[in-house]
């Protein structure tokens, strides 16, 4: 009986408390197919929206802040941007495609001659500033210099120069009789994308976080030791505001994994650690922030413990929430949201792939243990999302407690078809469909995922394709 | 363990023998992985740092276990601070950040442990940031051919550890192992404060 209510109360549309209890109670069945809308993580009507796009391996991907745009940097130091079409009037079911709007090259292979060493061109990180003209601007950085693109559209040119020819070549000044005052036509649209600014020369070790201020006027670059603030209309000049270098280099033991600042509180940033620990700094406390104004760590679990735990706690991911009242961090096995009041500890950790814990050794030989994966919010703060091995992602809503495995695959990339769960068998009897642990394969991996700002489209990337997934509108 | 007179039970002795194993398996690896580096291409600094940390986790472990030399070694007179003044700082004038490593002194040195062995100076290179510069060309005039015939960090690269079937066998090459571990460790230590002092010299990065 109390089943029945609950699922007439779902059907209203109403959430109360309540539900959630019932829901809880209810996950072990199948209860998608009533509230797909409402709980993302186990409705198997997730839409396909495909885009595919053959790159170089990808290394970055990022909504903008509507979400109508979406960049993907590459190894091969170029970007790639994405815009949504509009929705068509033939399928108003369907949310517009993504397709290439904008491709230039970033960043090029430069050359260290001091220490006789390559820097790589590779797109570490992208991040889009809000926009505030009819331009768009992103930060893209590689290992070591960071670079203010602008994309702007030109859907017309000038037409009728006395001077030149139409196709640019200059008339000879005999030729001209009478003037002309040139005038502006349409032409097809030409999206172009010009360094603005190049920041450079500011880290000694390898740049692995770029992260906008609320104000709008300053971000961060964080390497493995030192994190600079820099001022967006400034590039001869930055200022350190975090340095763990130690003075004798052989105390070294640990690093900086990620940084970001808070979404809100201009003041505010946190740094994650090869430790798993994340330290929050007040940039009005001191100008150097070495001191922390929280700690967050996680006291180890004895019985966890192995050669590998370093390892695996380091953080490889640190985000804010969106409302700025949680962080979310991801280590080798799990992703943690912290309340920004708590530091002992984490007030949820979700399992990503807990069954690698007996492969450890395994994945620390073949070096899978070093991968960084990274981590997501969607638009509400409900959900999040981080990547895994075998081209499968996993979800986590946060209200429902309930999770999903999804795979972006070929085999899944017909307009349309629904994704379905993935499982891993863990236990010595496999299920159908399910797949063993020692079946899965390693070199696929999905450590890059981005969540629209505001709607249900997820962008998944693999080694060389980006896959873009809908939620299903019925 | 056995030459301890302590008598244990059998269980204890297997799930020591194994985790003994587990630990050199794991020991070889950070070495392996230490020592393969790709020339040209700069390390990530995070996997070296981890890689040593998980070495010198292993190397504390098997020390308070009471496998191997648990004594300092004596050679770790090189990390006293007093070493370090004989160090000369040969490029005055570089930037900052981008200085060139002191030649030191090796010649008025007497101990032999402070000449590395051209193998282990290349783990030195992969761990990127004990040895930021490519110090091969530093050492270049340095006789080190007492180590050149030492199959000992082409072992440990290899991956072939010794494997031994009695316990006794295993534990006598362990031993013998840890104090070459031990040795290599003194010699990468050495290594760093080959560079490290000019640093502080006021050239720090």
Redesign the interface.
């Known amino acids: 009986m109390k089943i029945i209510i609950a699922t007439k109360k779902k059907k209203d549309g109403v959430l109360k408390c309540v539900c959630n209890i019932w829901w809880t109670f209810l996950c072990v069945k199948g209860y998608t197919d009533v509230y797909s809308k409402l709980c993302l993580s186990t409705s198997i009507n997730e839409s396909l929206s495909l885009c595919q796009y053959m790159a170089d391996i990808i290394s970055t991907v990022e909504f903008n802040h509507t979400g109508e745009l979406l960049a993907t940097g590459d190894k091969g130091g170029r970007v790639v941007i994405f815009q949504q079409e509009p929705e068509s009037k033939n399928q108003p079911q369907c949310r517009g495609e993504y397709n290439v709007y904008s491709t230039f090259q970033s960043h090029e292979p430069e050359f260290d001659y001091l220490k006789s060493l390559e820097i790589e061109e590779k797109i570490n990180k992208i991040r889009w500033l809000p926009q505030k003209n009819a331009a768009q601007f992103l930060l893209s950085t590689n290992d070591k210099t960071i670079k203010l693109w602008k994309i702007s559209e030109r859907d017309k040119r000038p037409e009728g120069y006395n001077l030149k020819e139409e196709d640019g070549r200059y008339r000879d000044p005999n030729t001209v009789t009478t003037l002309r005052v040139p005038i502006f036509r349409p032409m097809d649209l030409m999206v172009e994308a010009s360094p603005r600014r190049v920041f450079a020369n500011a880290h000694t070790y390898h740049i692995n976080s770029i992260a906008v201020n609320s104000d709008y006027e300053t971000y961060l670059s964080a390497d493995d030791l030192r994190i600079n603030l820099w001022h967006l209309e400034i590039t001869d000049r930055s200022f350190n505001i975090v340095d763990i270098k130690p003075a004798n280099m052989e105390e070294l033991t640990e690093v900086i994994t990620a940084a970001e600042f808070h979404p809100n509180q201009c003041n505010t940033f946190v740094y994650s650690s090869s430790k798993g620990t994340i330290r929050m700094c007040d940039m009005r406390a001191s100008a150097l922030c070495d001191k922390h104004a929280k700690m967050f760590e996680e006291p180890e679990d004895p019985n966890n413990r192995s050669f590998f735990s370093e390892i695996i706690s380091s953080i490889s991911d640190v985000k804010f929430s969106h409302s700025g009242r949680y962080m979310m961090t991801r280590d080798y096995l799990s992703v943690k949201i912290w309340d920004l009041n708590m530091e002992t500890r984490p007030v949820e950790t979700y399992q990503v792939h807990e069954y690698l814990r007996s492969k450890l050794c395994s994945l620390y030989e073949n070096d899978c243990i070093f991968d960084k994966f990274e981590c997501c919010w969607n638009g509400n703060d409900s959900v999040v999302m981080t990547g895994s091995y075998n081209n499968f992602f996993r979800m986590f809503d946060r209200g429902y407690r309930q999770d999903v495995t999804l795979e972006a695959s070929r085999e899944n990339s017909k307009p349309r078809s629904v994704l379905k769960p993935r499982k891993v068998s863990t236990g010595g009897k496999r299920k159908k469909d399910e797949i063993s642990v020692d079946s899965l394969d390693f070199n696929k991996k999905i450590l890059h995922t981005a969540w629209h700002p505001l709607d249900n489209i997820i962008a998944v990337a693999t080694t060389n394709n980006l896959y873009i997934f809908q939620e299903k509108l019925n | 363990m056995l030459g301890r007179g302590v008598k244990r039970k059998w269980s204890c002795l297997e799930e020591a023998e194994v985790v003994s194993e587990?630990?050199q398996?794991?020991l070889g690896?950070c070495l392996e992985?230490l020592q393969r580096y790709q020339a040209?291409?700069?390390l990530?600094?995070?996997?070296s740092?981890?890689l040593i940390?998980?070495l010198r986790?292993?190397q504390e472990e098997m020390r308070s276990d009471g496998v191997g030399s648990c004594d300092v070694h004596p050679d770790s007179c090189l990390l006293r601070d007093d070493f370090r003044e004989d160090v000369t700082v040969t490029c005055p004038g570089c930037s900052e950040?981008?200085s060139?490593p002191e030649l030191p002194s090796q010649e008025a040195n007497g101990s032999d442990q402070q000449k590395p062995p051209a193998a282990v100076s290349d783990a030195v290179n992969a761990m990127g940031?004990?040895g930021?510069?490519?110090l091969d060309d530093i050492f270049e005039d340095i006789d080190t051919s007492m180590y050149e015939t030492s199959d000992l960090p082409s072992a440990w690269a290899s991956g072939s550890l010794p494997q031994s079937h009695s316990t006794a066998g295993s534990l006598q090459s362990c031993l013998m192992d840890l104090n070459e571990l031990d040795h290599i460790m003194e010699i990468l230590?050495v290594e760093?404060?080959l560079v490290?002092p000019g640093?502080?010299n006021g050239f720090?990065?």
Request: glycine residues 8%.
């Open positions: 587990a630990r398996l794991v690896l992985k040209g291409v700069e990530s600094l995070r996997r740092v981890l940390n998980t986790q292993i950040g981008e060139p940031y004990l930021d510069l490519a230590v760093t404060h490290g640093l502080q720090s990065l």
